[in-house]
């Protein structure tokens, strides 16, 4: 799992384990750090698809693969 | 597999942001926008699906105390377990209560500093939109040409909003009732979000998350217009507004009582549309248009013509982009442009009245 982690660009890396091991708010990383919190959000997501990605070509969780998109998905 | 390791699915995209805004905790408005987008298509919960379970399996990282050791020290691990198998338990062991010790302190810290007494004035300059945290874990934005003073102390939260308009996302402290004070008019708020916009002849509350209490400025407005007079209860006339709505106090003396008037979600996005420097109308006179994005332009535009002021008109244009939206107006009205210095002036031409 620290592979996964270790894996990530450094600052996604950074914020990834302030999250997920330090157990920090997001607002705490967003001030630690100097961010927006918008920017903390948008880089666990980014950091998110790249680990599951990262774990999915290692076998583990499910291999979800990219799924065709036919325009109708809207994320708002 | 994908070697790319990032993705343009816009499945996974929106999936990925819901599971960080779930992490973080989701409003009921968000819960319920969240269980709809799942309904939309069947992929988008199993994407959902398959992201959440890496993400429960990333918690077992927490034994991976490397992770918390520099960049350095985590090379020179790396290869000392390579060399010396056996000495990984007691790194592990070290690195655990290393872990422990620097998460305490960081917490003891990290209290002391939510609680210290702070003071400060964020000021945004006409044009720009700023975020700032404050040590409480609130977030303020700033909107164009706003300037707020902040007064953090053990028993209240104060923001004085002097000019201009925030959005401020509180911080829950039941201890510390959060207040922000625009020309007399007090918005009480304990863990919630809205927005406060000082006008010349009115304060707008508009909250986008929890409730908070307005307080009406007291019947003689005259000498007490410094925040830190006003008594931090709210007066006996104060009313709650709470998530989708929006109230207007005017700051004329003698003024009716303000109605607190529903908002649809959709007019409270436009209404925080700023925050992304974006600024959206649906169906809006070119009047309001035109005076919404002086706020954020130093080169202002004006309308000459008042069957010009009326037309109405939409869109989504980026904050303080006088040209774009002169463009789309030129296309669409087939305005004229006079320029006076570095204003604007629209015309609308005599002969496509009548073509």
């Known amino acids: ?76 | 597999m994908n070697a790319d390791p990032t993705t343009d699915d816009p499945i996974e995209l929106a999936a990925a942001e819901w599971l960080v805004r779930c992490d973080r905790g989701l409003t009921p408005a968000e819960q319920a926008e969240f269980e709809a987008w799942r309904r939309t298509d069947p992929r988008h919960a199993a994407v959902y699906q398959a992201l959440a379970g890496s993400w429960d399996l990333m918690s077992d990282a927490r034994h991976a105390p490397s992770l918390l050791a520099g960049q350095a020290e985590r090379e020179a691990e790396r290869q000392a377990v390579a060399a010396a198998p056996r000495r990984r338990g007691w790194r592990l062991a070290v690195g655990l209560a290393a872990a422990v010790a620097i998460g305490l302190t960081a917490f003891l810290g990290y209290r002391e500093y939510r609680l210290r007494p702070y003071d400060a004035t964020f000021t945004t300059a006409i044009g720009g939109v700023e975020q700032r945290a404050l040590p409480d874990g609130s977030v303020i934005t700033l909107n164009t040409d706003s300037v707020v003073a902040v007064h953090l102390e053990r028993g209240q939260r104060r923001v004085a909003l002097q000019r201009g308009e925030a959005h401020f996302a509180v911080a829950k402290d039941k201890s510390r009732p959060f207040i922000v004070s625009a020309n007399g008019v007090d918005v009480r708020a304990v863990g919630t979000a809205f927005s406060v916009r000082l006008r010349d002849e009115s304060v707008d509350v508009l909250v986008t998350e929890g409730k908070v209490a307005v307080a009406p400025p007291e019947p003689p407005p005259a000498a007490t217009a410094t925040p830190e007079n006003l008594t931090p209860a709210p007066a006996p006339a104060s009313y709650l507004v709470t998530a989708g709505q929006r109230t207007s106090v005017s700051l004329k003396p003698a003024a009716a009582p303000a109605p607190v008037i529903a908002v649809p979600a959709e007019t409270v996005r436009q209404a925080l549309a700023w925050q992304e420097r974006r600024l959206d109308f649906e169906d809006a006179s070119l009047a309001d248009i035109v005076a919404e994005m002086n706020r954020y332009s130093p080169r202002r535009l004006a309308i000459a013509d008042p069957a010009l002021a009326t037309k109405r008109f939409g869109g989504s244009f980026p904050a303080g982009d006088v040209d774009t939206l002169v463009r789309q107006l030129q296309r669409n009205f087939k305005v004229t442009v006079e320029r006076q210095g570095d204003d604007l002036v629209l015309h609308l031409p005599a002969e496509t009245k009548a073509p």
């Open chain 1, 1 to 76: 799992m620290a592979d996964a982690i270790r894996a990530l660009p450094p600052r996604c890396a950074e914020i990834f384990t302030l999250r997920r091991i330090d157990g920090l708010s997001y607002a705490e990383i967003a001030a630690k750090l100097g961010l927006a919190e918008r920017t903390v959000n948008a880089q666990l997501a980014l950091g998110m698809i790249r680990v599951r990605q990262f774990l999915a070509a290692r076998g583990f969780g499910p291999a979800q693969t990219q799924t065709e998109t036919e325009g109708n998905a809207d994320p708002r």
